[in-house]
C-alpha cells in the first residue's frame, strides 16, 4: 500500500479552474458491485503470489480479501516484475465475467523500497503519450509514474495483445491503488494508442502531470473506454502532487467518484460523481486540511487512502517463509 506520509515527506523535502457542480451519481447496485471487485482486483496485486506466479488467483491464503475474484476463477497469466524500477503486477483472464485485467502493485518500501524513488521522481517530462494533442505543455508527465510504466508496459503489451487475440469477447481493463493506479492509468492510454478499447479503474490515484495528459485521457473515454477514477473521503494521496507545487500544475483527469463516506459500508447514496476538467474542490480535492498537507497526514487522510469498499488488501507482498509449494512453483519475469 502507498505509504502517504514517506511521499508527503518527500515532496516537502523537494519543495484557475471554473469548479463544477457536485451531484449524486445514479449509480445502481450493480455498479456499486463491479467497483468493488475492480477495487479487489487492484488490491490482489499487494498478494505475493499473486504477481510473482502463474495460475489461479488468491488472496486470502496471504490474510487478503478478493472474494469476487477467486470466486470468478481468474487465473494469472503473466506474473511480472519489470524493468530498474522493478514493477510488480500482473495480467489475469476472467472467463466468468470475460475480462483481461492488467493490475499493478501499489507502493511497498519494505518489500520493494525502490518504489519510493518512483514516487518521489516528480520532475514532469515530456512524453508521446499525447500524440498530435499536446498543445499546452507537451504532454509533461510525472517522472517516475513515466518510467515505471514504461518498464511494464514491455510485458503488459505484448500479453494483452496475445490474450485479446485468444480471447476477442473479452473486455480489457487495467486497476491499481495509489502509485498502481498511477501507473495503470498510464498503460491504460498506452494500450488505447495502440488501437484497443480499454477501461480504467483506479483507487486513491496520485495526479499524473500537468493539462495535456489529462484532458487527453479524458478525451479518450467513451470511445476508447471508460475512465473511472475512484476516490475516498479525505484520502491525501490523490491529492499530491499538490496542484500549485513545482513550476507547473498537477492536475486529474475526470470524472471522479468520490466516496463521500468515511468508514463503513458503501452504498449508492454515498457516492458522488464529479465532472470537471483539470481540477475541482468539488469532491476529494475539497477536503484538503486548513493545516494544509501536513495536516491532512494528521486528519485522516492516511486512513481513508487504505479503505476503497473494505480495506483494499491485508495481504502480505513479502515472500512467504518457508516458501510455500504455490509460491515456488512459477515465478515473475
Given at each position: 500500500?502507498?505509504?502517504?506520509?514517506?511521499?508527503?515527506?518527500?515532496?516537502?523535502?523537494?519543495?484557475?479552474?471554473?469548479?463544477?457542480?457536485?451531484?449524486?451519481?445514479?449509480?445502481?447496485?450493480?455498479?456499486?458491485?463491479?467497483?468493488?471487485?475492480?477495487?479487489?482486483?487492484?488490491?490482489?496485486?499487494?498478494?505475493?503470489?499473486?504477481?510473482?506466479?502463474?495460475?489461479?488467483?488468491?488472496?486470502?491464503?496471504?490474510?487478503?480479501?478478493?472474494?469476487?475474484?477467486?470466486?470468478?476463477?481468474?487465473?494469472?497469466?503473466?506474473?511480472?516484475?519489470?524493468?530498474?524500477?522493478?514493477?510488480?503486477?500482473?495480467?489475469?483472464?476472467?472467463?466468468?465475467?470475460?475480462?483481461?485485467?492488467?493490475?499493478?502493485?501499489?507502493?511497498?518500501?519494505?518489500?520493494?523500497?525502490?518504489?519510493?524513488?518512483?514516487?518521489?521522481?516528480?520532475?514532469?517530462?515530456?512524453?508521446?503519450?499525447?500524440?498530435?494533442?499536446?498543445?499546452?505543455?507537451?504532454?509533461?508527465?510525472?517522472?517516475?509514474?513515466?518510467?515505471?510504466?514504461?518498464?511494464?508496459?514491455?510485458?503488459?503489451?505484448?500479453?494483452?495483445?496475445?490474450?485479446?487475440?485468444?480471447?476477442?469477447?473479452?473486455?480489457?481493463?487495467?486497476?491499481?491503488?495509489?502509485?498502481?493506479?498511477?501507473?495503470?492509468?498510464?498503460?491504460?492510454?498506452?494500450?488505447?494508442?495502440?488501437?484497443?478499447?480499454?477501461?480504467?479503474?483506479?483507487?486513491?490515484?496520485?495526479?499524473?502531470?500537468?493539462?495535456?495528459?489529462?484532458?487527453?485521457?479524458?478525451?479518450?473515454?467513451?470511445?476508447?473506454?471508460?475512465?473511472?477514477?475512484?476516490?475516498?473521503?479525505?484520502?491525501?494521496?490523490?491529492?499530491?502532487?499538490?496542484?500549485?507545487?513545482?513550476?507547473?500544475?498537477?492536475?486529474?483527469?475526470?470524472?471522479?467518484?468520490?466516496?463521500?463516506?468515511?468508514?463503513?459500508?458503501?452504498?449508492?447514496?454515498?457516492?458522488?460523481?464529479?465532472?470537471?476538467?483539470?481540477?475541482?474542490?468539488?469532491?476529494?480535492?475539497?477536503?484538503?486540511?486548513?493545516?494544509?498537507?501536513?495536516?491532512?497526514?494528521?486528519?485522516?487522510?492516511?486512513?481513508a487512502h487504505g479503505l476503497y469498499f473494505g480495506k483494499i488488501s491485508g495481504c502480505s507482498s513479502k515472500a512467504p517463509f518457508?516458501?510455500?509449494?504455490?509460491?515456488?512453483?512459477?515465478?515473475?519475469?
Amino acid at each position: 500500500m502507498w505509504t502517504s506520509l514517506a511521499y508527503a515527506a518527500a515532496l516537502l523535502a523537494a519543495g484557475s479552474h471554473a469548479a463544477p457542480l457536485e451531484q449524486r451519481t445514479t449509480m445502481t447496485s450493480s455498479q456499486l458491485s463491479t467497483f468493488t471487485m475492480f477495487s479487489q482486483y487492484a488490491g490482489a496485486a499487494y498478494c505475493y503470489d499473486n504477481v510473482h506466479k502463474n495460475g489461479k488467483m488468491n488472496c486470502s491464503s496471504e490474510g487478503g480479501s478478493c472474494p469476487l475474484v477467486e470466486s470468478a476463477g481468474a487465473t494469472v497469466i503473466h506474473a511480472f516484475q519489470a524493468g530498474s524500477s522493478k514493477t510488480l503486477g500482473y495480467v489475469a483472464t476472467d472467463s466468468k465475467n470475460k475480462l483481461i485485467v492488467v493490475a499493478i502493485q501499489g507502493t511497498q518500501i519494505w518489500s520493494n523500497p525502490i518504489d519510493i524513488i518512483t514516487d518521489a521522481d516528480l520532475l514532469q517530462v515530456k512524453s508521446d503519450l499525447c500524440g498530435s494533442a499536446n498543445s499546452h505543455d507537451g504532454c509533461l508527465v510525472h517522472k517516475g509514474f513515466y518510467g515505471s510504466m514504461k518498464d511494464a508496459a514491455t510485458v503488459v503489451v505484448p500479453t494483452v495483445q496475445a490474450a485479446a487475440k485468444e480471447n476477442p469477447s473479452y473486455r480489457v481493463v487495467v486497476t491499481g491503488h495509489s502509485l498502481g493506479g498511477a501507473v495503470s492509468a498510464l498503460l491504460g492510454t498506452t494500450l488505447r494508442n495502440l488501437g484497443m478499447t480499454v477501461d480504467m479503474y483506479t483507487f486513491g490515484q496520485p495526479k499524473l502531470g500537468n493539462a495535456d495528459i489529462s484532458n487527453y485521457i479524458q478525451s479518450q473515454s467513451p470511445s476508447k473506454g471508460n475512465n473511472y477514477r475512484v476516490t475516498h473521503f479525505n484520502d491525501v494521496v490523490p491529492q499530491l502532487p499538490e496542484h500549485t507545487w513545482g513550476n507547473n500544475a498537477w492536475d486529474h483527469y475526470y470524472p471522479e467518484f468520490w466516496i463521500n463516506k468515511d468508514q463503513g459500508t458503501v452504498s449508492t447514496s454515498d457516492m458522488k460523481v464529479v465532472d470537471a476538467t483539470l481540477f475541482s474542490k468539488a469532491g476529494n480535492e475539497g477536503t484538503n486540511s486548513a493545516f494544509s498537507l501536513v495536516g491532512e497526514l494528521f486528519e485522516g487522510g492516511v486512513a481513508a487512502h487504505g479503505l476503497y469498499f473494505g480495506k483494499i488488501s491485508g495481504c502480505s507482498s513479502k515472500a512467504p517463509f518457508p516458501p510455500s509449494a504455490a509460491s515456488s512453483s512459477g515465478k515473475a519475469s
